[in-house]
C-alpha cells in the first residue's frame, strides 16, 4: 500500500526518483515498475498487479460515459520499468497534462501513489481544507471513525 507524500523534482529528461517506501511496494510486485495513466489533473501509477485488477473493472464497465472513460484512461496508459537507479521517465504528453515542469510531489492514496507539480498539489490541498468544512463532508469522514 502506499501511504505518505514525498516532494521531489522531476529531471530535464523526465525522470523522477521513486522513494524508498514506494519502491518496497513496487519491489514486492512481479515486475519492478509502474502502469501510468492522468485523470483529475495529475498523473496515477499504479503497479503492474493492481493495473491488471484495474482493468478487468474497466472492462466490465459498459454505459456510454465509462466507454469515454476507457478511451481517455488507457490511451493515456503507459507502462514503465524502474531503472537502476531507481527511476522512471515520465512522457512529455502526461508531463504536460499534469503541468510538471520540475517541482512535483508523489502522493500515496493506498493502492497507487499520485504524480502532481508541486503547484497544483498545493492548490488541491487548499481545495480540500475547504471541503473538509462542509458538514455532509465532515459526516462522511465521521463514518469512518475519524
Known sequence: MFRSSS??????????IIPARFRKVLKADDEYGVVISIKDGCIYAYTFD??????????????????KFKRFFLDNA?????????RILIPQSLRTYADIEKDIVLVGVLDRFEIWSREKWDHENLKMEQELEKEEVREEIASLGL
Open 7 to 16: 516532494f521531489h523534482t522531476i529531471d530535464p529528461k523526465g525522470r523522477i
Open 50 to 67: 493492481e493495473w491488471k485488477n484495474l482493468e478487468q473493472r474497466i472492462r466490465a464497465a459498459k454505459s456510454a460515459s465509462m466507454e
Open 78 to 86: 503507459c507502462p514503465l520499468k524502474c531503472d537502476k537507479q531507481d
